[in-house]
């Protein structure tokens, strides 16, 4: 398989590629799904070959993300999705648990939703500041 990127778009995938691998593999210490390391590798292995050498590093015979690439900006992108994802999700258990249903239906869609644009509004306006859970 043959795809002509320009260096720009190259270097776009190269940020799709590690944030791809890091939502796979970031949580699963030394059960790592290999296949994706090595198509992340493989990737990366062409900066070599257009002078983007600072993104990458040799580990264990691997061509790896280099600490450059993954300490310039990267990971405030992965922080903002989880934020966001965190905040969405909360929400929308918080919505569930007190109109006491288990998922979102085509009935009580509309509630569910205003519930949660309730929470989210708090969220944006105070983080967690004002939760507080019981703990026995």
Known sequence: ???????????????????????????????????????????????????????????????????????????EAIMAYEDATFFEILAEELALRDLDVDRATAENYNDVVERMAQYLGEFEAHGTDNISVDIE
């Open 1 to 75: 398989m043959k795809i002509e990127l320009t260096e720009q778009q190259y270097r776009y995938l190269l940020d799709l590629v590690y944030i791809g691998n890091w939502v796979i593999n970031s949580t699963r210490d030394n059960d790592r799904i290999k296949e994706y390391d090595q198509v992340e590798s493989l990737i990366f292995s062409h900066c070599l070959d257009h002078g983007m050498t600072k993104l990458v590093e040799l580990y264990n015979g691997e061509i790896i993300p280099s600490r450059a690439f993954a300490e310039g900006g990267i990971h």
